[in-house]
């Protein structure tokens, strides 16, 4: 659960950080707003000479470079983002094909912000109890039909399957459902 926390937070940084290149795309192009723009690009060229020079393919240095950085930030930022349910989900179908058999007490459960056709994922952390009695502290994510979500408050008791190594948790079907 940690290392999705972080591809998470990872992707959402790269997306922050896709629009100041973006930024500099446009900054690049100064000299074709008129006057002012030739005299911002002359100050910027003073200081680092040869940004705006027009290449052989048409567009300055600096508008080429950001460019390509923009478009390398998004493609990354969307692997993170986007890989990271993909990434959960194939270590949850890990976990309830070859995890051990437990009961997990709901702590708490608190929303995510994410929704799939209405129903919301929420994260769920657990107290979970293996067969030799050794409780552990444990969190989840788990996409909830909305018909279920009294099922999943704080106190409720569900079976869960663990990994004994990694002490990783996963809910299977709904209690009753």
Aim: charged share 15%.
């Amino acid at each position: 659960m940690h290392l999705l926390n972080v591809f998470r937070k990872v992707g959402w940084l790269l997306f922050a950080f896709m629009w100041i290149p973006f930024i500099c795309v446009f900054i690049g192009m100064a000299p074709e707003f008129g006057s002012a723009g030739r005299d911002f690009a002359g100050w910027v060229d003073g200081i680092i000479p040869g940004l705006f020079e027009e290449q052989s393919w048409g567009a300055g240095w600096l508008t080429t470079v950001s460019l390509a950085l923009t478009f390398a930030f998004m493609f990354a930022a969307m692997a993170f983002l986007f890989g990271t349910p993909i990434l959960a989900g194939f270590r949850n179908r890990r976990v309830l094909r070859t995890g051990r058999s437990g009961e997990g007490r709901i702590v708490s459960v608190t929303q995510t912000g994410m929704y799939v056709n209405n129903n919301p994922v929420v994260r769920i952390a657990l107290e979970v109890t293996p067969a030799d009695g050794r409780p552990f502290q444990a969190e989840t994510e788990k996409l909830i039909n909305q018909v279920q979500i009294p099922q999943f408050q704080p106190g409720a008791v569900l079976p869960v399957r663990y990994d004994p190594d990694t002490q990783e948790v996963a809910i299977g079907d709904a209690p009753g459902g």
